[in-house]
């Protein structure tokens, strides 16, 4: 009841909300496809225009001519493509159902006269520009996932996974592979956060994005080396160009674990003598208090968000600048099941089936605890010439600030255990050549770069990590060749890294330096075969490398958030991964099939590895993790199929399969995703008869989570009375089926439109344990959670 009543009340709140605006489009789920060519010579036009009028949406065409529309809804479009050198061609369509829309390919006439300034409405998607696969999560999917974490929210996009550390931290998984071997960017900046840790959580607000982006497999050419895994682009949506001041507010409410939120978003394009200039400021607080199971709840997992983020924006047909500052403020509780104060403490909870102590609700949170606080300044700039092409320069710079607060402190003050703070300086420099059309119709595309970073971190109290200081620096080169049906890709980076840790012997109080260097060149080429308008085949083969972090070398020390003690290896040597990825893509009327095979193998994989004997501190005897080295491979099948059963009734699965093995030790690897499917059905109801309701939709869904049953043996003995593990600290947990829920509309009373969605997840209330929760070991997953998302656009003063 007091759950039911939570969720009116937000209910009521958003009504009376809703009626502060003016329509714009509600969210929808349709994907918009084509390709765009000119009629003189038959040739892919890479970098046109197009647009959708009445929306201030749309895209730009790739370097095969392709392009792509997220999150219509059904309805009456009129589309204008563009394209520098060639008439506008305006083309009206009908879009009657929820379901992926494949447009003929469309061809442009040259023109000759005099041409005006075009307007690009939303910027090209940053992996547009390249051939490598990839999957995004916008619209209506978006949407649906409002009010979960970065990493919660992309488990919903097939080869994803997440590693988590309780309900609160949630750390985004491609591939079987995480923490430093995915880059994530930020608005275009690459995000340091020290993400070393398991169970350090990427520091970004997800609101702050309109478009999630997951580039799957080796990415180290554009982005620098590290990218061994993949690529995860969080793009906001485009500044506003039409003259007025507009926003949008977003609710949500949970049950499980009485969550409430707010985001809001302002924002105002000029015009007139000030044609070009926008700004937008945006904001989150989340509050969440404990997260119940279906027996009971979990002491201290109460955790807090406060984010904010400006924009001032200018943009021109030939030259544009951009500042924007965001700050990512969070304080996380940790499970207080999971603390333990003796090796035989560990093991003990281990061994219960649940917790000893099981309170009732609160939004208590004290310690133990992480508190964090991540800002970020951008500077960018571009210059557009139709005779040389873009260039543009992005400065950035970062702090994060992570304080770890113990069970208790020994120091009987309010300092914390664990404190560091690490400032990043970035730069980036590219140059995209204007395309050049060669005499048998093909056309040449691409990018040339430089990638410039350096860091310094302190730390204070407990020793974890050294002080450290590094430097890198990048050059890479991308080219492309589209002709009729065909894209190449070919490209080649060099890196450079240079580290210098600092270590205080307590006892002489002199300091001492330990420097590291590496270097490596980078390779990749990519095809991409359109087979009929239905039909894309496409395959990368690259190479990637990623060398050694302080923590990697250097960790000793107690890790207050992970309860363990972690050793560095200082002989570790640089990861050297060769990747290889195959897709098909199938669209048609009624069957869409999407299959990825990839296979990455790494030499040197370097990972944290549960070791047999702990180690004594002050507080008591801990697991103890180490730093090892082996050759691994990573392979497996991403799959999305998707069958209209009717015009309204769509089945959809989508299965990940992964396989991992250490070819060293002839073994497993631990913290290995297991294989999973998801399956849903859909029932989108018709656009008309409903009153003040549109986008009316409801779907069920199901999904399966096999045992992990590769993995290292778990073994036990007993040394000196004490019992000693090893693989592992327990078995996988078994299996599980989850099932869940979503029903959505569009609720528009008079022209004030609001978009709600009601999801719920566990439904049946199951208990279960999953593998990648560094607190499986204690308690089991949430249980039923049912969250109510409300979406007003408002128009706060008149557009023109």
């Known amino acids: 009841m007091h759950d039911l009543l939570k969720l009116c009340c937000v209910v009521w709140l958003s009504m009376g909300t809703a009626f502060m605006g003016q329509a714009q489009s509600g969210a929808c789920s349709i994907v918009l496809t084509g390709r765009i060519m000119g009629l003189d010579n038959h040739a892919p036009l890479a970098g046109a225009t197009i647009s959708i009028r009445g929306l201030a949406t749309g895209t730009v065409s790739d370097s095969a001519g392709n392009f792509r529309i997220t999150g219509l809804c059904p309805g009456n479009y009129v589309i204008d493509y563009q394209f520098v050198g060639y008439k506008t061609n305006v083309a009206s369509i ?464 107690l890790h207050q958030s992970a309860v363990a003690y972690e050793r560095g290896n200082p002989n570790l040597n640089p990861e050297q991964a060769y990747n290889m990825n195959l897709s098909v893509e199938y669209t048609g009327k009624r069957f869409y099939a999407d299959l990825g095979f990839y296979n990455n193998w790494i030499n040197n994989y370097i990972y944290l590895k549960p070791d047999s004997v702990p180690i004594i501190r002050q507080r008591g005897a801990f697991p103890a993790y180490s730093y090892s080295q082996v050759r691994a491979t990573f392979r497996g099948l991403d799959a999305t199929i998707r069958y209209k059963l009717t015009d309204q009734l769509t089945i959809t699965s989508r299965t990940s399969l992964l396989f991992a093995y250490d070819h060293t030790n002839n073994d497993y690897l631990v913290y290995i995703p297991a294989n999973h499917t998801d399956n849903g059905l859909r029932y989108d109801f018709s656009t008309t008869n409903h009153g003040p309701l549109s986008n009316v939709y409801v779907s069920v869904t199901s999904q399966y989570v096999a045992r992990q049953n590769r993995v290292p043996t778990v073994t036990q003995r007993q040394e000196n009375g004490q019992i000693i593990f090893t693989g592992d600290f327990a078995p996988p947990p078994p299996a599980y089926t989850l099932f869940g829920a979503e029903a959505g509309f569009s609720w528009r009373v008079g022209n004030h439109p609001m978009s709600v969605i009601l999801t719920g997840s566990n439904l049946l209330n199951r208990a279960y344990r999953d593998y990648l929760d560094r607190f499986r070991y204690f308690a089991d997953e949430p249980g039923r959670n049912i969250m109510l998302k409300l979406k007003l656009p408002l128009t706060l003063a008149s557009r023109q």
């Open 94 to 557: 009908t879009v009657r159902t929820n379901s992926p829309v494949a447009l003929a390919p469309v061809t442009l006439t040259p023109d000759n006269e005099t041409l005006k300034e075009v307007v690009v409405t939303e910027h090209r998607s940053e992996a547009q520009q390249l051939l490598q696969v990839q999957t995004e999560l916008a619209g209506n999917s978006l949407d649906a996932t409002r009010g979960q974490s970065l990493g919660e929210s992309l488990k919903t996009l097939p080869g994803l996974y997440s590693i988590q550390t309780g309900p609160s931290i949630s750390k985004p998984v491609i591939h079987g592979l995480y923490s430093n071997r995915i880059l994530t960017l930020n608005n275009g900046v690459r995000q340091e956060d020290q993400q070393w840790g398991s169970e350090h959580a990427p520091q970004i607000d997800p609101f702050l994005a309109s478009r999630l982006t997951v580039i799957k497999g080796a990415a180290s050419i554009r982005y620098g080396s590290d990218a061994i895994g993949g690529v995860i682009l969080v793009e906001p949506k485009v500044m506003p160009t039409l003259p007025g001041i507009a926003g949008e507010l977003n609710l949500v409410g949970g049950t499980n674990g009485g969550q409430g939120l707010v985001s809001g978003l302002v924002e105002q394009a000029f015009g007139k003598k000030l044609t070009g200039l926008s700004w937008r400021l945006q904001g989150t607080l989340k509050r969440v208090g404990y997260a119940k199971t279906p027996e009971y709840y979990l002491e201290n997992s109460s955790y807090h968000e406060n984010n904010f983020s400006g924009t001032i924006n200018y943009s021109r047909q030939h030259v544009g600048a951009e500042i924007f500052y965001s700050q990512f403020s969070t304080k996380v509780g940790l499970f207080t099941g999971a603390q333990v104060g003796s090796l035989a403490d560990f093991y003990a909870a281990i061994a219960r089936p649940e917790p000893i102590i099981q309170p009732g609700f609160s939004y208590d949170l004290g310690r133990p605890y992480q508190q964090v606080q991540h800002d970020l300044l951008k500077v960018k700039a571009f210059v557009r010439s139709e005779r040389l092409g873009t260039l543009s320069i992005t400065v950035a710079q970062q702090q994060n600030v992570r304080r770890e607060y113990d069970l208790q402190s020994f120091s009987r003050i309010t300092d914390p255990e664990l404190y560091l703070k690490l400032v990043t300086q970035t730069a980036d420099l590219i140059w995209e050549h204007r395309a050049i059309k060669t005499a048998t119709g093909g056309q040449f595309s691409g990018t040339f770069g430089f990638n410039g970073i350096t860091q310094g971190n302190v730390r204070r109290y407990l020793f974890l990590i050294p002080n450290y200081r590094n430097y890198g620096a990048g050059l890479h080169a991308i080219e492309r060749y589209a002709n009729d049906r065909w894209t190449l890709e070919g490209g080649i980076r060099y890196d450079y890294r240079w580290l210098r840790a600092y270590f205080l012997d307590e006892t002489t109080n002199l300091t001492t330096a330990k420097t590291r260097d590496w270097s490596n060149f980078t390779v990749s080429l990519g095809a991409t075969y359109q087979a009929s308008p239905q039909l894309t085949l496409s395959g990368t083969m690259s190479t990637a490398w990623r060398a050694p972090t302080v923590s990697d070398l250097y960790s000793d020390g």
